[in-house]
């Protein structure tokens, strides 16, 4: 389990801004691991994953 500890590491890891970890997270776009009444960490390979669900593909083949 490879762990981000806080969301502003995760927020560094991904490239990402804060309020966009907090927001994702309220909205469960991303994993995390309650482990205290507020806290929480992160798997760094399941938000990743969780991400690219969201990747928009190029599209191949298309009219110039």
């Given at each position: 389990?490879e762990?981000?500890?806080?969301?502003?590491?995760?927020?560094?890891?991904i490239?990402?801004?804060?309020?966009?970890?907090?927001?994702?997270?309220?909205?469960?776009?991303?994993p995390?691991?309650k482990?205290?009444?507020?806290?929480?960490?992160?798997?760094?390979t399941?938000?990743?994953?969780?991400l690219e669900?969201?990747?928009?593909?190029p599209?191949?083949?298309?009219?110039?």
């Amino acid at each position: 389990l490879e762990q981000v500890a806080a969301y502003h590491i995760l927020a560094d890891a991904i490239g990402a801004g804060l309020s966009t970890v907090r927001t994702w997270r309220a909205k469960r776009i991303i994993p995390y691991i309650k482990t205290g009444h507020k806290s929480v960490i992160y798997d760094l390979t399941k938000v990743l994953a969780a991400l690219e669900e969201f990747e928009v593909k190029p599209v191949t083949g298309g009219r110039r």
